[in-house]
């Protein structure tokens, strides 16, 4: 036909808010886009009922964003490939750990539409070794397509009650920016497009290493000119670790767009990552009974990229360079006094 057709790769609450701007927005526009937006939600049971009969009957997503409204047009499917049959723009958003098992099954000849293009809203890297690489790469290398990055600021509920927010898309083209732009620029939901994919991407990553020491402070019971500390080191870290492993990315991703300074403000005040590395610090629990108990079937994401990071930075023989995240990490998961966070 010629129209745009956009799938949504995951269900949680973040695939979930994302999904629901880009089928208001492509509901307004049937000369651009087919009006139906499949998303892929991982069969599930709730109250007796399978979550997607759930969506497709009560237009919510009781599991992941209950009492949140969603369009008519947005359709819940539960088989990955029908998901993304015929579509030409696939938004990725499932959590980190499974992105591995998702791109298997799009890896099967005729699956993915030649010309496709695709879209990370994903927070984490990719670390094998001594090689790191985005989200956004490795989907452009198993499937031989273009690869954008969407993160910024954007705590998935307050998003879904369309409260006033930035986002940032780092695109490899200027024809991937207007495309992904009119997808999911919103008025309460403003998109910035950079040609910048790995600045976006690794923005997005490192800050939920960030949140986890920002969460230690609250653990700690200390106030906000140690949270603000930490915000600009991590900055700091951030920035000099994406300049230095990711050559050609800008240092005006972190400085002047919601996927930088933005999101690491908000990550570090209502994200969920500071919010369990808060409870690790007062209850010593281990992080996967702080996960199951704080955030009910949600994904912690930081944990496993502090390390991620700091494995990579000890086969690189870089740990010297990064010492807020070594500390993170060795509070995390190395039994390190939590005052010692600030031995940098
Ligand atoms: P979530 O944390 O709400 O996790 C729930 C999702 O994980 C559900 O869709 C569930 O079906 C899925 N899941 C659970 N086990 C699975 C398995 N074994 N295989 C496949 N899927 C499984 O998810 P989210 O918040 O949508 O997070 C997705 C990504 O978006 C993450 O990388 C996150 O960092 C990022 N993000 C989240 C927010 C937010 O506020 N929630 C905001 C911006 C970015
Ligand atoms: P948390 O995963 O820590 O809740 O962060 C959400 C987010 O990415 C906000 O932009």
Redesign the pocket.
């Known amino acids: 036909s010629g129209k745009h057709k956009v799938a949504i790769v995951g269900s949680g609450s973040?695939g979930t808010a994302l999904a629901k701007i880009a089928a208001e927005n492509i509901a307004a526009r049937p000369d651009e886009f087919e009006p139906e937006v499949r998303m892929w939600v991982r069969e599930k049971q709730v109250h007796g009922r399978n979550l997607t009969e759930v969506i497709n009957t009560t237009h919510k997503n009781e599991r992941y964003l209950p009492d949140i409204k969603l369009p008519k047009n947005l359709v819940a499917v539960g088989q990955l490939k029908k998901v993304v049959e015929g579509a030409s723009l696939i938004v990725f958003v499932v959590p980190h750990q499974f992105l591995h098992t998702v791109l298997f099954e799009f890896q099967t000849p005729g699956v993915i539409t030649p010309g496709a293009r695709a879209v990370s809203a994903i927070?984490g890297v990719e670390v094998n070794g001594t090689d790191i690489s985005t989200f956004a790469a490795l989907i452009e290398n198993k499937l031989d397509i273009p690869c954008s990055a969407l993160?910024?600021?954007?705590?998935?509920l307050e998003v879904a009650r369309e409260q006033f927010c930035e986002t940032t898309i780092g695109c490899p083209t200027h024809d991937d920016s207007l495309l992904w732009h009119a997808v999911f620029n919103a008025k309460k939901f403003q998109v910035q497009t950079v040609e910048d994919v790995s600045g976006v991407s690794l923005a997005?990553a490192l800050?939920?290493v960030v949140?986890l020491a920002a969460g230690f402070v609250d653990g700690m019971k200390l106030g906000g000119n140690t949270k603000a500390a930490i915000i600009r080191i991590g900055l700091k870290e951030m920035a000099e670790f994406t300049a230095e492993f990711f050559p050609g990315s800008q240092l005006s991703t972190f400085t002047n767009e919601s996927a930088g300074v933005a999101?690491l403000i908000?990550?570090c005040t209502?994200?969920?990552?500071?919010?369990c590395a808060k409870d690790f610090i007062r209850t010593g629990r281990p992080w996967e009974a702080i996960e199951r108990d704080l955030l009910k079937g949600q994904k912690?994401?930081?944990t496993a990229t502090a390390e991620e990071v700091y494995n990579f930075l000890v086969t690189r023989k870089r740990t010297h360079a990064y010492p807020l995240f070594v500390q993170t990490y060795k509070v995390a998961f190395e039994g390190l006094a939590p005052d010692q966070l600030f031995e940098l």
């Open positions: 973040w927070k993160s910024g600021a954007n705590v998935a997005g800050k939920n949140a999101d908000t990550t209502g994200g969920r990552n500071a919010k912690l994401q930081g």
